[in-house]
């Protein structure tokens, strides 16, 4: 019988190679976040350069594709990459580290006090992005099982995706979790000139984005999950617990515009080959654009939905305590002074 795994496929002889796939993500995320982190050179060289890089790389590649260029129509961004959602997500994340290096570096408007309400829009763009496309998925499977009697639907992308209640029970828990942002203009600059630091943002709202957003690349993004679900997840919040602290969401932000930027360049890294992992739902065994799914096991999309929106209610119901007993408004004030977490990021500001 095939074992399918908690929540993935890793099993058998194929196992010691996603786990190396796994590990190499989750390092050189926790790398190219120090480097870009640590001077403006490499912030500009990640977020400024790069991305002009890329842009000028994907117009010609569908400029290319629409003449009808061979290269092009072949080319694996092209194939494997054209859901909005992944140039919305890489540009939305890509503008946050440039405004948060803005920020830490008091850079033009980084300079102005209403600027600092930007880290607070920004995450709130890039979670209704995902929020958007939790929807999307729910309405499409819907329409599948009105039409086909099963919530099976191929993306643009050729993956199919099991769209349910479950969707919706984490496009709300996305809701919420923006509501879980607190003390906006909170935003300081780090003693070294390294960080961006909001130190209101504590374990408890980086605990319920990080289970939110795992769900939401656990239902949207399948055959990515393993690494954008929990090796891109894990590095920003790995940084922070040991040596970053107040700085997660800069740690965040860093380090999904570089892996939004590489996986959209190579994109069969995870889609293909040695370091590719699907989850349980494919009960099938494998996901084939070419081949309609005949089995299904959705109870881990289930049951994360679940924890998720719990999760996020239970910090914004902890939030809403906080704010009554302090007599404070939750996003125009820091609530969150005197605790430990507070404390030790407002440590490292100037």
Request: glycine fraction near 8%; include cysteine.
């Amino acid at each position: 019988m095939l074992n399918h795994g908690l929540l993935f496929q890793v099993y058998g002889e194929g196992a010691a190679w996603q786990f190396l796939g796994w590990i190499l993500v989750f390092a050189c995320l926790v790398l190219a976040n120090e480097i870009a982190r640590r001077t403006k050179a490499g912030g500009m060289l990640c977020f400024v350069v790069l991305p002009i890089i890329l842009t000028v790389y994907f117009i010609a590649i569908y400029v290319s594709a629409a003449a009808g260029a061979e290269w092009a129509l072949n080319n694996n961004t092209y194939v494997h990459m054209t859901s909005w959602f992944h140039y919305a997500k890489l540009y939305a994340a890509t503008a946050g580290c440039i405004g948060f290096m803005m920020l830490k570096y008091k850079w033009g408007i980084g300079k102005t006090q209403w600027f600092k309400a930007f880290p607070f829009v920004i995450v709130a763009i890039n979670i209704l992005i995902a929020v958007c496309s939790d929807f999307e998925s729910a309405i499409r499977g819907a329409h599948a099982l009105a039409e086909t009697g099963t919530s099976w639907w191929l993306s643009s992308e050729g993956v199919w995706l099991y769209g349910g209640w479950w969707n919706v029970l984490n496009g709300l828990a996305g809701i919420i979790n923006i509501l879980c942002m607190t003390g906006w203009w909170g935003i300081y600059s780090s003693k070294k000139k390294d960080d961006m630091l909001w130190p209101d943002m504590t374990w408890m709202f980086i605990l319920a984005y990080d289970v939110w957003n795992f769900q939401y690349t656990y239902l949207n993004l399948p055959t990515h999950s393993w690494y954008c679900g929990v090796a891109l997840l894990l590095a920003p919040t790995f940084a922070a617990a040991f040596w970053n602290k107040g700085g997660w969401i800069q740690n965040r932000a860093n380090t999904l515009a570089l892996w939004c930027m590489f996986a959209q360049v190579f994109p069969l890294f995870q889609d293909q080959g040695k370091f590719a992992v699907i989850p349980r739902l494919y009960a099938d065994g494998f996901m084939d654009a070419a081949t309609h799914p005949t089995a299904v096991d959705p109870t881990a999309q289930g049951v994360i939905s679940v924890l998720s929106i719990v999760v996020n209610v239970v910090v914004f119901a902890a939030i809403i305590k906080r704010s009554m007993k302090l007599k404070k408004n939750p996003y125009k004030d820091e609530i969150w002074k005197g605790t430990k977490d507070y404390e030790e990021a407002m440590s490292r500001a100037e």
